[in-house]
């Protein structure tokens, strides 16, 4: 490898990603809507979802990278007007597609791609999910489409996510915690999720750019859904209590989001209702053994995330810092 090169080089995985190369000392740039710096590194910018394939080739043209890490698009997070497929389909799919095209003529042998490890559990559960949930539908053709390039192509199907942006605040109060916020309690149903945090990915990715092949879930900590928000609670100075409910009286409660949602012509990526009945009610547990052996952890030094507890806390406090007047010394 002699060069990589990082589309959404100041987002919050690819500037961690930026920074993992720049500390083994490889050459490396990068892009982004905004620009900037990340990790002492000038980003361009440049915005690869306004232009032209034809643009982005002439921008990444002559830039002399043999890797291309694709850490750009929206998550589930994010609420697009109705229909949710028409846009993430637009962002995941044929800007992704796009981009990762004129890589390949620019030069690129080797692309790196963040995905979702929605992806994986379809897969295993015969494209069912894909059925009923927009963005998963989305991930899955953005898997097919990067697979069918020209080059030598790892897409990682990455879990819950947890650290602090560099140049931003997380996500998580908006668009999760602030569910529950009129509530005396927090109530949730009793499946699990894999998780990792921001240091994990940019492992991923670094041990990705030489390594592996293919679709590689990315495994770290296997964790209930109810332990993870007391975690969540407790880190963010948050002393209610988190109830275990059965997944039909979760699907009750978002048949009314859902409602609100259809009423402001918004559609989120994920089924508010299938939500509590196919996902949140079972085990999305991944085996971080399997990670490390598709990425070659070992010839890294690499070991998966063991314990998420601390970037847990830092992002519950970036999440809520007027509840702590000490959080710049975090």
């Not at 440049?46 to 394939?53: L, P, V």
Request: charged share 25%.
């Amino acid at each position: 490898m002699k060069k990589v090169f990082i589309a959404g080089g100041t987002g919050f995985l690819g500037s961690a990603a930026l920074n993992r190369f720049a500390e083994h000392k490889i050459s490396v740039s990068a892009a982004s809507r905004r620009g900037g710096c990340a990790g002492g590194i000038i980003v361009d910018s440049f915005d690869f979802f306004t232009q032209t394939k034809e643009r982005i080739y002439e921008y990444l043209s002559g830039k002399d990278f043999d890797v291309f890490v694709y850490a750009l698009g929206p998550d589930d997070r994010f609420m697009p007007p109705a229909p949710a497929y028409e846009y993430f389909h637009e962002k995941l799919v044929l800007r992704c597609h796009d981009v990762l095209s004129a890589a390949v003529k620019a030069g690129a042998e080797r692309l790196v791609v963040l995905g979702s490890y929605f992806s994986f559990f379809d897969r295993n559960f015969g494209g069912k999910l894909s059925m009923h949930h927009p963005y998963i539908r989305a991930r899955r053709e953005q898997e097919k489409s990067a697979l069918s390039l020209d080059a030598e192509t790892v897409v990682l199907e990455l879990p819950y996510i947890f650290g602090v942006p560099e140049n931003g605040k997380p996500l998580w109060r908006d668009s999760f915690l602030a569910h529950f916020d009129h509530y005396p309690a927090v109530f949730m149903t009793g499946g699990g999720t894999a998780a990792t945090d921001v240091h994990g990915v940019a492992d991923a990715v670094f041990a990705a750019s030489y390594c592996g092949k293919g679709c590689v879930p990315v495994g770290g900590v296997n964790i209930l859904y109810i332990e993870l928000l007391k975690k969540m609670l407790r880190f963010s100075g948050d002393n209610r209590k988190v109830i275990k409910i059965p997944s039909f009286i979760g699907a009750l409660g978002a048949r009314a989001v859902k409602k609100e949602y259809v009423k402001n012509g918004k559609e989120p990526g994920l089924n508010p209702v299938r939500l509590m009945t196919e996902i949140q009610n079972r085990k999305f547990y991944i085996d971080p053994s399997e990670t490390e052996c598709a990425l070659s952890y070992d010839k890294f030094g690499f070991h998966a995330v063991s314990s998420i507890d601390k970037e847990l806390e830092k992002t519950m406090r970036a999440c809520y810092p007027e509840r702590f007047c000490n959080y710049a010394k975090i």
